[in-house]
């Protein structure tokens, strides 16, 4: 399935929604899951956990003190992406309902029935 393009051109887009897009190329790796820095004292040092689903199980593995930074940025860098999205969602909507043409309606639409809340 090809993605379609946008037949605007960027200028044309809100500034807005050009800002988030500027933001968005700047995100580096991402990962999903969550991350337990284990601090036992007298038990050999810190331990490091990375735990996340796969096939709809939940799956653990040790990590590394290099490997648990690293994949504390790339889960930071996810968070951010999925608000970056959210954030241009939104916009995209805002931007449809008030710029497209529309069906005649004997009543108004709440924001939440257009996504706009």
Request: aromatic share 8%; glycine share 6%; hydrophobic share 40%.
């Amino acid at each position: 399935m090809k993605a379609q393009k946008s037949k605007a051109p960027a200028a044309a887009w809100p500034a807005a929604y050009r800002r988030l897009r500027t933001r968005l190329s700047q995100i580096g790796w991402i990962a999903l899951g969550s991350l337990l820095e284990r601090k036992t004292p007298g038990r050999g040092g810190p331990r490091y956990q990375w735990s996340r689903r796969v096939e709809g199980k939940t799956v653990t593995v040790a990590l590394s003190a290099e490997q648990f930074a690293w994949l504390k940025s790339a889960i930071a860098n996810q968070r951010r992406l999925w608000n970056l999205l959210e954030q241009m969602n939104q916009l995209t909507l805002e931007y449809m309902w008030k710029n497209l043409p529309s069906t005649t309606r004997r009543k108004r639409l709440s924001k939440k029935t257009l996504g706009l809340n």
